[in-house]
DNA sequence: AATAGTATTACGTCTGTCGTAGTATGTAAG
DNA sequence: CTTACATACTACGACAGACGTAATACTATT
């Protein structure tokens, strides 16, 4: 299992990439996340959702309520440009903190 | 350059990696740092002293002054059998994290 | 009727990082 | 000689992100 500290730096990065091809709402977004690490990483709720909100804050994604006839009301998300651009900033990032951090690994 | 957002969950990794081979203080670090990244991560000095305290406060480093004849006097860090252990798991956990986030990296 | 799964929100706490500032000494430049 | 820069550390308060706990609300299964 992976700790949230190590991984907290990538929690928003992790959420636009699910939002890349599709909207999605919290619930999707927390299984998604759980079946592709392989049950190595489970976002905590209340951490999902606060990035949602803080995501939404800085303009990289949206939100709109789903038409759900039955079941408690989703709020979907939606990435913009912005969040895309943020994203491949992340991604670009990401393998710079590699190389960084693996020069202070020692197998 | 990076972000601490995304690198705050290996400082204490870089600091017990960098205490391995022999005890240091913490200019010494702060520079060790700076070069083996090569300038693209540098510490804040209240990040990483404050990290010094939380790493001794856990058993994972020891203290000592050092013996300088002149300027100002140094705080030197040693490493612990269990800062070792600990630094051993977070490489087994950088492993793990490394695998999750590339999931989620498109390139 | 009870339980588990789906789906979200509210509230307060804790930890780690950061900004700012201050203390203290040695050395090189002008 | 005094200014600036590099060395070396500490104090204090602010802030953001993650977390624990709990509440709300509906559906499906047993």
């Known amino acids: ?3 949230s500290d190590v ?3 990538y929690n928003d990065t992790i959420i636009l990439y699910l939002l890349l091809n599709a909207p999605s709402y919290g ?5 998604q996340i759980r079946e592709l690490s392989k049950e190595r990483y489970i976002i905590k709720e209340t951490t999902l959702y606060s990035a949602f909100s803080r995501l939404e804050k800085n303009g990289y994604i949206t ?3 789903g038409d759900e006839t039955g079941g408690k009301r989703r ?3 939606r990435i913009t440009q912005e969040g895309i651009d943020y994203y ?3 991604c670009e ?3 710079l903190t ?3 951090v693996e020069r202070f690994i020692r197998d």
Chains 1, 2 share one sequence.
């Open 1 to 3: 299992m992976i700790s």
């Open 7 to 9: 991984i907290r730096g």
């Open 27 to 31: 619930y999707e977004i927390s299984k």
């Open 63 to 65: 939100s709109f309520y």
């Open 75 to 77: 709020t979907y998300y």
């Open 88 to 90: 491949k900033e992340k």
């Open 93 to 95: 990032e990401w393998v």
């Open 98 to 100: 590699k190389e960084v």
